[in-house]
């Protein structure tokens, strides 16, 4: 009953988390969708970070809605079955590793966040889950269509993001590992070795060679390497976001993945191996080789679902050590619990920014006519502009003014915005040659996904 009710809970934050307006990096994966003639372009005409092909494909099959939900049902679908594997592979170390471990991960405020957002980060966390479940079965009771299952999930994970190779490359170094530890012959352990992996790591090989290879990223801002491991671990764990705790998190990190796959192999548990693989040596190793340019935490979004699996298996543990440690163990689990609940709450208020009212809002602000828009970012907020504004102008024609052609026609209307969360914005903006823009209103976000939104009326 109480593992029921904790899929209840999370099922009912990722739902509620899809409620809300598409931000730019969706809308931008449906702008590919209405540009291509047929799926197969998908492919051939989009070699850009943001086509996230499974996601993109689905994209493709839904088509032009009004309902904005029908957009994230690949991921809000995802993250239910995500957490049901969470909660299988946790139960086979107890029921209460299982209600644990859905807890963590059906609170978490990252995986809430992707789980819920039109992109291909839910489906590849899914297919992770999903291809280490079946690898490890298959090890106690073979069968080919496991084994095919298998095959699949990883073909299917790594068209949902690239990122899904660290799980790929942990898992063939889980079974290598695996393999050089049992004693049955070495030609039949190298047969079983290459049917496993070489089907997935063939694909991927193509996939490289004819879509990544000739990648465009689509930009952002450049973190170093140490930026975005600190936070993704204050993300992980539900800590502030500042210095001290980021380096705080990292320590943590730390601690628990060595503590917990010290434990497994204590209790002679092989998975230990697999924890290490995949949460240290695959993500280390993709660093190494691909060394990208433009890094962030969600690459390795990937991995979060089994850290909390470890953390759980190690507070479960814990728990029945002893009074004192149970006691710890309690108050972690609150306190992760609370920090990443206070970053949810903010979520389900807030979303990934609210564009829609924003522009409902100059619309009923604005005479009859033509609404002239400009923006302090003529590619991030055009893209929105134009998304919502035909569905949202009735009697009104919204126009988008690119600020070259301010000095010809002056926008009646500045957006600027800011992905910084507590950013105040000044109280009026001159342009020089173009006019006085006085702030208007704010229409904030809840971090990470989006940005807010200050509205400037002109004054000229």
């Known amino acids: 009953m109480a593992l029921c009710l904790a899929y209840l809970l999370s099922w009912t934050l990722i739902i509620a988390a899809a409620v809300g307006d598409l931000w730019l990096d969706e809308i931008w994966s449906i702008q590919f969708v209405r540009a ?32 904005l939900f029908l957009y994230r049902l690949l991921a809000v679908v995802s993250g239910m079955v995500a957490l049901l594997l969470v909660g299988y592979l946790a139960r086979a170390w107890g029921s209460s590793e299982a209600l ?16 819920s957002e039109a992109r291909g980060y839910a489906p590849a966390m899914m297919f992770a889950l999903l291809s280490y479940a079946l690898l490890r079965r298959n090890w106690f009771e073979f069968n080919p269509n496991r084994m095919i299952a298998f095959w699949t999930a990883s073909i299917l994970g790594i068209l949902s993001h690239l990122s899904f190779v660290i799980v790929s490359l942990a898992l063939l170094l889980f079974s290598l590992a695996n393999e050089v530890r049992m004693e049955s012959p070495h030609r039949r352990r190298l047969i079983l070795l290459l049917a496993y992996h070489v089907p997935p790591f063939a694909f991927f090989g193509g996939f490289y060679v004819f879509f990544a290879r000739e990648m465009v990223i689509g930009g952002g801002p450049v973190y170093t390497n140490w930026d975005v491991i600190m936070q993704a671990s204050t993300l992980l764990l539900g800590f502030p976001g500042d210095l001290f705790f980021g380096g705080l998190g990292v320590l943590f ?5 060595l503590a917990g796959s010290y434990t497994l192999y204590r209790n002679r548990d092989e998975q230990w191996l697999f924890f290490c693989f995949v949460l240290v040596v695959a993500p280390m190793l993709v660093l190494m080789f691909a060394r990208p340019k433009y890094l962030y935490f969600r690459y390795f979004i990937v991995c979060f679902p089994f850290f909390y699996l470890l953390f759980s298996y190690l507070l479960c543990h814990w728990y029945r050590y002893s009074k004192p440690v149970r006691a710890g163990a309690i108050a972690a689990v609150l306190l992760l619990f609370m920090g990443q609940m206070y970053r949810v709450v903010s979520l389900l208020a807030l979303g990934r920014g609210s564009y829609r009212a924003a522009l409902t809002r100059i619309l009923e ?11 302090d970012h003529d590619f991030r907020n055009r893209v929105l502009v134009d ?42 903006i001159a342009v020089p040659g173009v006019g006085f823009y006085r702030f208007f209103a704010a229409y904030r976000f809840s971090g990470v996904s989006g940005w807010n939104w200050f509205l400037y009326r002109g004054n000229h």
């Not at 990190?253 to 993945?257: H, P, R, T």
């Open 253 to 257: 990190l730390m601690a628990v993945l």
């Open 100 to 115: 644990l471990g859905v807890v963590l991960t059906g609170t978490s405020y990252p995986l809430v966040l992707y789980f």
């Open 387 to 428: 998304f919502y504004a035909p569905s949202l102008a009735g009697s009104h024609t919204v126009r988008y003014i690119p600020q070259t052609e301010w000095h010809r026609e002056a926008p009646d209307w500045i957006l600027t915005h800011s992905q910084e969360i507590s950013y105040e914005p000044p109280p009026d």
């Open 36 to 67: 291509t003639g047929n799926p197969i372009e998908i492919l051939t005409r989009f070699h850009h970070d943001n086509n996230h092909v499974l996601n993109t494909l689905f994209l493709w099959l839904v088509g032009v809605q009004n309902t």
């Open 365 to 375: 602000n604005s005479p009859e006519g033509v609404v002239r828009i400009g923006s």
